[in-house]
């Protein structure tokens, strides 16, 4: 098992930047894929970034793709979310997830653990 902790969100203005961090602990890091998905008030809960393994493979929604960017260090268990050119469209609370598949997924039900979410708010 995973236990995983976002932290990382908050306000920030249309145009500006937050990174998000998610702390892994448990098993070996290294052996989960990791994702970010959001939700919004009143919508689904949606994909937005995933990593392999190493970190050298990753997928983008196309809502936020040239404008998101999601890394890993997995000496430290941890994957972040730079998250660039914010828009208000954005705003939602942001959950870390991981699955012990080997390959990059957008699909939350292959997901098997998740944190509990933060709060990222856009204003315009």
């Known amino acids: 098992q995973v236990h995983l902790v976002e932290s990382g969100g908050g306000l920030v203005q249309a145009g500006g930047s937050l990174r998000l961090s998610c702390a892994a602990s448990?098993?070996?890091?290294?052996?989960?894929?990791m994702g970010w998905f959001r939700q919004a008030p009143g919508k689904e809960r949606e994909f937005v970034a995933a990593s392999s393994r190493s970190g050298g493979t990753t997928s983008y929604a196309d809502s936020v793709k040239g404008r998101f960017t999601i890394s890993r260090d997995n000496a430290k268990n941890t994957v972040y979310l730079q998250m660039n050119s914010l828009k208000p469209e954005d705003t939602a609370v942001y959950y870390c997830a991981a699955t012990e598949r080997s390959y990059v997924t957008t699909l939350s039900y292959e997901y098997n653990y998740w944190g509990q979410g933060t709060q990222v708010t856009v204003s315009s």
């Open positions: 448990g098993r070996t890091f290294s052996s989960y894929v």
